[in-house]
């Protein structure tokens, strides 16, 4: 019995380092480990191979734990559908939105960008060269207007023009500045003042080389404005992204889909197996 | 932690006005967390335990501090230590220009840092110039030149020729015709695992030869910043880094994984959006907001 303890130390010690190093984090990566010690007691686990099969389950568990909507529509949906997309500088917003833009383009549905990045510099033009790498239409003020003039032009204009989906790209900001966290509350009232349930989406875009400032970058944004899903970008890198688990342990937050390069096409679902079978690769 | 031999020796040592093993094991469980909370990387949290471990096991009980107090002492004086220690300026060239090349992953904010330090050495009585090297990512060359035009700092873009290595040689006579001293190239956001992309900044370097190679990272980032460092610094090789986006509350423990693994100075951190958001690295002020 003694010898068998050991090795069961010795596996979940492994376990550990992995989830650590997958930036799963100290609190989720001890309660996952304490969940195995308690399953341990319960069912016969001879291994690594075993101990991981059930790390999997459990993951699994919690990454499935709330519905994932599905992103690509039925006939019942809003027009047009509004989608935020919001996050911290520089995690992949205006690449990712323009990564939907051709999504949506390619199912045949008429697309709107707003570029409601007023301050960055050239924000306004890279969002414009997605719009015709996509066939997606813009609406864009000069540099230094109201953003949420940007988002409430470009909602009445997809209104009139009957547009199927818009998609609005917000400027990067960090949680922690109040007044830009303000800036954002003020775009989806003035969208949910012109059109009822607008937004109809606020996707988060989460860099997967964060760590555990993911957390508070989801909370505070969706404290802010109610994050309906999380794309989790440049998982082409090494990072796992592991922070994702801490996050729907904590948060529910559902996590849509991950970015896995630079070009148009390089937009997935989130596929939970696969994501989990990758923290272990 | 100790050896079965030290082991002994301790025991025996145990009441006598020196840091009990149990005192700083307990503490150091705790830190551990600390610093893996923080995004210090996992093997880099257990080695630099490791050496805390050893300097405080044993040492001479300070009078006015908890032993708790103490190890965190220890601890914050260690993480100070590794962090600091190198001389952090520029290295200037004394046949100008002097070349700053910036090199990163994709979005961590190198042409932000470019505007950044060419109004910085501006102020120090330099004549830099801005170099668009990006010639992939949409609208990353009217990046450059709308943050060049704020500043009245000029910038070399690509014309026709949109080859990394002839906008720079081109950049190099251009600025010597204008007798222009600091030429800062900022390049295409890269992933450590293109192996294509990774082998053009490594022409780049060969070709135009910058003084200074500096690495711009996220200060988000996680597990992760061992892998990116450790290729940039085994593949290209770099002076410095710029650690970005630490007006937020990201805690930092990547500046810490790192130097480890490198063994490369933090010379600058990011402070804001701004272009006079930079400041020059304090490894103490690191250590406290790694500790929290
Ligand atoms: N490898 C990789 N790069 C990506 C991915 N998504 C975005 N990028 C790159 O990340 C960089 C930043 O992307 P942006 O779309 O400008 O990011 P952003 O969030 O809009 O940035 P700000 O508006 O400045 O806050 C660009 O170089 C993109 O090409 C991805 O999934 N994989
Ligand atoms: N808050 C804050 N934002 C920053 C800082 N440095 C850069 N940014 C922002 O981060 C985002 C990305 O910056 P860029 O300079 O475009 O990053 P990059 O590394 O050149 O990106 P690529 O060229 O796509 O690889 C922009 O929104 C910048 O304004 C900083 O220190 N603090
Ligand atoms: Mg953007
Ligand atoms: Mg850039």
């Known amino acids: ?281 | 932690l100790l050896s079965e031999g030290l082991e002994q020796v301790f025991r025996k040592l145990g009441k006598r006005g020196k840091l009990s093993e149990s005192d700083v094991r307990n503490c150091l469980r705790d830190i551990r967390r600390v610093l893996l909370e923080a995004d210090v990387n996992y093997k880099v949290t257990r080695e630099f335990i490791e050496r805390v471990g050893e300097k405080a096991i044993g040492a001479k009980v300070l009078k006015s501090l908890t032993p708790a107090q103490q190890v965190i002492k220890i601890v914050y004086d260690e993480l100070t230590y590794l962090m600091g220690g190198s001389a952090v300026g520029i290295n200037f060239s004394p046949a100008p220009p002097t070349v700053i090349m910036l090199v990163g992953l994709q979005g961590g904010g190198k042409t932000t840092v470019a505007a950044k330090l060419a109004r910085y050495f501006r102020s120090k009585g330099k004549s830099p110039m801005l170099v668009a090297v990006d010639t992939r990512r949409p609208a990353a060359v009217e990046q450059l030149r709308v943050l060049g035009l704020a500043l009245d700092v000029p910038v070399h873009s690509p014309d026709a020729n949109t080859d990394p290595i002839d906008i720079c040689t081109d950049a190099v006579t251009a600025a010597r015709r204008s007798g222009l001293d600091l030429l800062i190239l900022d390049t295409a956001g890269r992933l450590h695992v293109d192996q294509e992309m990774m082998e053009e900044l490594v022409k780049i370097r060969e070709r135009v030869r910058p003084h200074e190679i500096l690495l711009v990272a996220d200060g988000m980032t996680g597990q992760d910043a061992v892998n990116i460092a450790g290729e940039f610094h085994e593949r290209l090789g770099f002076d410095g880094v710029i650690l970005t986006k630490l007006d937020g509350d990201a805690r930092g423990g990547a500046a810490l994984s790192i130097r480890t693994v490198t063994g490369k100075p933090i010379k600058f951190v990011g402070v804001g959006e701004k272009v006079d958001a930079l400041e020059v690295f304090h490894p103490e002020r690191m250590a406290s907001r790694i500790l929290g």
Do not use: C
């Not at chain 1, 529509?73 to 500088?89: C, E, L, T």
């Not at chain 1, 790498?133 to 940007?150: E, L, N, Q």
């Not at chain 1, 404290?223 to 796992?240: C, F």
């Open chain 1, 1 to 281: 019995i003694k010898g068998h303890r050991t090795l069961d130390e010795e596996v979940l010690d492994e376990i550990e380092a992995t989830l650590l190093q997958a930036d799963v984090g100290p609190e989720t990566t001890s309660k996952i480990i304490s969940r195995i010690r308690e399953r341990g007691r319960r069912e016969k686990m001879e291994g690594l191979k075993a101990v991981k099969k059930v790390v999997k389950e459990e993951i699994l568990a919690i990454m499935d734990s709330a519905p994932t909507a599905d992103m690509s529509h039925s006939m019942s949906i809003p027009r047009p559908y509004v989608i935020m997309v919001v996050g911290v500088n520089g995690t992949g917003k205006t690449t990712t939105a323009g990564k939907l833009a051709r999504k949506f383009g390619k199912e045949g549905k008429k697309v709107l960008l707003a570029a409601a990045d007023t301050f960055r510099a050239a924000a306004t033009e890279q969002l414009e060269i997605w719009a015709k790498r996509t066939g997606a239409d813009i609406v864009r003020h000069k540099s230094g207007s109201d953003p949420a003039a940007v988002a409430f032009d470009a909602l009445s204009a997809a209104l009139s023009r009957r547009t199927d989906i818009l998609i609005i790209d917000t400027a990067g900001r960090l949680h922690t500045r109040t007044n830009l966290m303000e800036q954002l509350k003020k775009i989806k009232r003035v969208l949910g003042g012109l059109l009822e349930g607008a937004p109809h989406e606020a996707l988060l875009v989460l860099d997967a080389t964060t760590g555990q400032n993911a957390i508070p970058q989801v909370d505070y944004f969706n404290q802010a404005v109610g994050i309906s899903g999380i794309v989790l970008s440049k998982l082409d890198g090494t990072a796992k992204g592991g922070v994702v688990i801490a996050i729907r342990d904590r948060l529910s937050i559902p996590l849509r889909m991950i970015g896995i390069g630079e070009g148009p096409d390089d937009l997935r679902d989130f596929d939970p197996s696969e994501f989990v079978e990758a923290l272990f690769g």
